[in-house]
């Protein structure tokens, strides 16, 4: 009898606890509603423009859907023929990932050390240097000056010196020859790589109390490299992991580069990757829901590879 009173009572306590706690959310609104109203017109052009979409692409991968007739729910078809079915995918996958493996990694650790350098110059020329690297990326199209360096004939930049110093005897077709093809991707897009990640570090560099750096100069930092590992690279954690997401998303996105240096689609699809396989089916081929899978496995690498990276960047300075 005793226990059943106690439980009554325990219950009775955890019923009188839910409008409490659902009050203090309503205090809480109530008293920071001018935020909350401040914020509203970006959280609800993110959510009507990339949470929902998101989501509708994620359930429409389970679809078959050509825009013409009504989505008839396939479950697993789309990913099985993804990756059981489709050779073509499977080569934009390879390529993807080798072009993200180089680029990734090259292009963040050249964007720090960049700016790990122009931030130690004066600061006229370090304005002029940062616009000096930052130049390619807010060219536009300006990688096409690239089809004339490795343009196939005699007048391409590379082919007329190779042929001038007796290396070669005739033009190399360098966008047509599947085995220059992805290098060549990736040179341009490390050229491109000093970007948003490059101004975000210079940023983060320059926020850095040089207090910090008295004080561990006193407690022992000898060197430069000491200093960046446990002082400067600690300080810019939330630079490091805002330019860590840049340059991941940056480099397993990559199409546009592939589609005007090899064309669409490459040969034999050596310049393929997952972006161009999925405009492929989604702009061309109409077939949504399998373009939505494609969407799918892309977003979760994208998640994948951002998680890793951050337990990554947790290690620095330890």
């Not at 109530?30 to 994620?58: D, E, G, Q």
């Not at 990736?186 to 491109?192: A, F, H, K, N, P």
């Amino acid at each position: 009898m005793q226990a059943e009173v106690n439980r009554h009572a325990a219950s009775s306590l955890i019923q009188t606890k839910k409008p409490s706690r659902l009050a203090n959310v309503a205090r809480e609104l109530r008293k920071n509603k001018h935020y909350y109203l401040l914020m509203s017109p970006y959280m609800l052009i993110f959510f009507a423009f990339t949470v929902i979409p998101v989501v509708i692409s994620l359930a429409l991968s389970f679809f078959y859907f050509n825009m013409l007739e009504f989505p008839r729910f396939v479950g697993w078809q789309n990913y099985s023929r993804l990756f059981l079915g489709d050779d073509v995918f499977m080569i934009a996958l390879k390529n993807t990932f080798m072009f993200a493996v180089v680029t990734g990694p090259v292009s963040y650790i050249a964007c720090f050390l960049f700016a790990w350098i122009i931030n130690e110059l004066s600061p006229k020329v370090r304005a002029f240097m940062t616009l000096v690297f930052y130049a390619p990326s807010i060219s536009g199209n300006v990688f096409f000056i690239w089809l004339i360096v490795f343009s196939g004939d005699s007048y391409g930049y590379l082919n007329g010196f190779l042929m001038k110093f007796g290396f070669i005897l005739e033009p190399v077709q360098w966008l047509s020859n599947e085995q220059y093809i992805l290098p060549i991707i990736i040179i341009v897009q490390l050229w491109l790589s000093l970007g948003t990640s490059f101004l975000a570090f210079i940023a983060g560099l320059q926020t850095i109390d040089r207090s910090l750096i008295e004080a561990g100069a006193v407690d022992g930092i000898k060197n430069r490299w000491q200093e960046l590992w446990f002082i400067t690279l600690p300080s810019m954690r939330p630079q490091l992991m805002f330019g860590a997401v840049m340059q991941i998303t940056g480099s397993l996105a990559v199409a546009d580069i592939s589609i005007a240096l090899a064309g669409f689609p490459s040969v034999n699809y050596a310049g393929h990757t997952i972006v161009t396989h999925l405009m492929d089916f989604g702009t061309i081929r109409f077939e949504m829901g399998y373009a939505s899978a494609i969407a799918t496995v892309l977003f979760c690498t994208m998640i994948g590879a951002n998680k890793l990276t951050q337990k990554l960047l947790r290690k620095v300075g330890e």
